[in-house]
């Protein structure tokens, strides 16, 4: 998830391995995404602009209201099918490049280089702004009161 606070950009990333066990859900569920926006908001301690593509649970009824209801959290979405607007697909672009021709002997292999490539990523401001910055949006966080 990139993040934009009035003072710089974040990433904050939460891999999750997807267990292929009968009833297990795979994917993040609405409720992930708020816990991830609120450690997120404890974190930076100020109010954060989220970008947010179509994906169906960044669409449910659940995240709208929470999002809705605090007003620390500015949501921008984004049209349908609109990867150059994505900032997220810039730091998958990033991970790709850096994991490529790579061959894993685990899946653990895979998350622990996966884990250093987004810290790698995280870490100097430039790349997350950059990232933003590709996107050609401008997004200003909300002035506070």
Same mark, same amino acid.
């Given at each position: 998830?990139?993040? &934009?606070?009035?003072?710089? /950009?974040?990433?904050?990333? %939460? ?7 009968? $009833?297990?859900?795979? /994917?993040?569920? #609405? &409720?992930?995404?708020?816990?991830? !926006?609120? %450690? ?11 970008? %947010? ?5 960044? =669409? ?8 809705? $209801?605090?007003? #620390? !959290?500015?949501?921008?979405? !984004? ?13 998958? /672009? ?7 021709? *790579? ?18 990523? &995280? =870490? ?8 933003? *910055? ?5 997004? *200003?966080?909300? *002035?506070?009161?």
């Amino acid at each position: 998830m990139l993040l &934009q606070t009035r003072r710089e /950009s974040h990433l904050i990333h %939460r891999p999750r391995a997807h267990l292929h066990l009968k $009833g297990a859900r795979e /994917s993040f569920a #609405w &409720q992930d995404y708020r816990d991830l !926006l609120v %450690r997120a908001h404890i974190r930076l301690d100020g109010p954060i602009v989220v970008v %947010r593509d179509n994906l169906n649970t960044h =669409l449910t009824a659940g995240l709208k209201r929470y999002e809705a $209801g605090h007003d #620390w !959290l500015t949501t921008v979405r !984004l049209p349908p099918y609109a990867p150059d607007l994505d900032p997220v697909e810039a730091v998958r /672009s990033l991970v790709r490049g850096a994991m490529a021709d *790579t061959a894993f002997d685990t899946p653990d292999d895979l998350d622990r280089i996966l884990r250093r490539e987004l810290r790698r990523i &995280q =870490l100097p401001p430039h790349l997350i702004d950059g990232c933003l *910055t590709a996107t050609g949006l401008a997004i *200003t966080p909300p *002035t506070p009161p």
